[in-house]
């Protein structure tokens, strides 16, 4: 499969989970802020209903579309062992329907799709610097969420006007309650261990930069390297809040209190960093991650009207 279609001119977008999702609706606040002469356009259709999305597809026209609908639950994956059929209809169904139709109408498709379908193996183990590539064979299906992700991707693939862009622990530059950082910063213990993550403030305009590029395929979608959570909340604690503490436990202590497993994995970047368009930086994930919380501050401080940590939430403060 050809991993950069006939570039189309980006001018009219749909962005799907742009209305109640989190990435989609920072992505049409990027577009709608940044790309004169596009016209962007949030999608009314849930991606499950064929006929509906059919509708709106012909009725917008759009040049191009961003899929950012997908169930994770709430207020975590733990929910989708409980709403299986709910689930599929979504994140298999659903996701399936869309690129199907944009294929029928030669619309190039972005997917916001999961880097959560790998756990560490004997042939790529935890510190050795050896990621997973975009042609392995998911190999965790510890939760239903993964496994509805796994069987999704290897036919989604299929589809030649398609950017699947494997996202992993998205975090953004404030705590909103999506994002992995205010998920761990809530937790009284958290495992330490290191896994490839996403840094929306610099990877959603690189997906931009990608489809108009009309890149196709299958994409790590992390910033290069890892970071353990003991590093994330120690770069917290040293930028944000110096009284904030945390506490570790094992794997095997985790399990105990969650209904489903949790992937942790290293996703190479090399096929994402040799195929970037031209002007979009992105950093590795330590630098990244300090620079994003050194945004958190600025922005947390001019919201809330006072310096960090005095004027934080009192739901983030361990004291």
């Not at 937790?187 to 690189?206: F, G």
């Not at 992390?222 to 904030?244: A, R």
């Not at 368009?277 to 630098?287: A, C």
Request: net charge negative; charged share 25%.
């Amino acid at each position: 499969m050809s991993e950069e279609a006939k570039s189309t001119e980006m001018k009219r977008v749909l962005v799907f989970g742009g209305k109640t999702g989190w990435i989609g609706n920072l992505m049409c606040e990027l577009m709608e802020g940044e790309e004169k002469g596009v016209e962007v356009f949030r999608a009314n259709s849930r991606i499950q209903n064929r006929e509906a999305v059919a509708a709106e597809l012909d009725e917008i026209k759009p040049t191009h579309v961003f899929n950012a609908a997908g169930i994770t639950g709430r207020p975590n994956i733990d929910w989708c062992e409980t709403h299986k059929p709910e689930t599929i209809r979504t994140n298999v169904i659903g996701t399936l329907n869309l690129a199907d139709l944009c294929l029928d109408r030669n619309i190039h498709c972005t997917v916001y799709a999961t880097g959560c379908i790998f756990a560490y193996d004997e042939k790529h183990p935890e510190g050795s610097g050896i990621g997973f590539s975009e042609e392995d064979t998911p190999n965790f299906d510890g939760s239903f969420y993964s496994q509805t992700k796994g069987y999704m991707e290897p036919m989604l693939k299929e589809y030649s006007n398609c950017l699947i862009l494997r996202v992993r622990m998205p975090i953004s530059d404030d705590l909103i309650h999506r994002s992995f950082v205010t998920k761990i910063l809530k937790y009284e213990r958290v495992v330490n261990i290191p896994n490839s993550m996403t840094i929306l403030t610099e990877m959603l305009p690189a997906s931009l930069a990608m489809a108009k590029k009309g890149l196709t395929g299958v994409y790590n979608f992390t910033n290069p390297g890892v970071i353990s959570h003991n590093e994330v909340l120690d770069l917290y604690t040293k930028i944000i809040d110096p009284t904030y503490t945390y506490n570790n436990f094992t794997l095997e202590e985790q399990s105990k209190i969650l209904a489903a497993a949790r992937s942790n994995n290293e996703l190479d970047t090399t096929k994402l960093l040799r195929d970037m368009p031209d002007g979009i930086e992105i950093n590795e994930i330590k630098k990244a991650y300090e620079l994003c919380f050194e945004r958190m501050k600025i922005n947390l401080e001019k919201e809330h009207g006072g310096p960090v940590p005095d004027c934080l939430p009192k739901e983030f403060r361990r004291i």
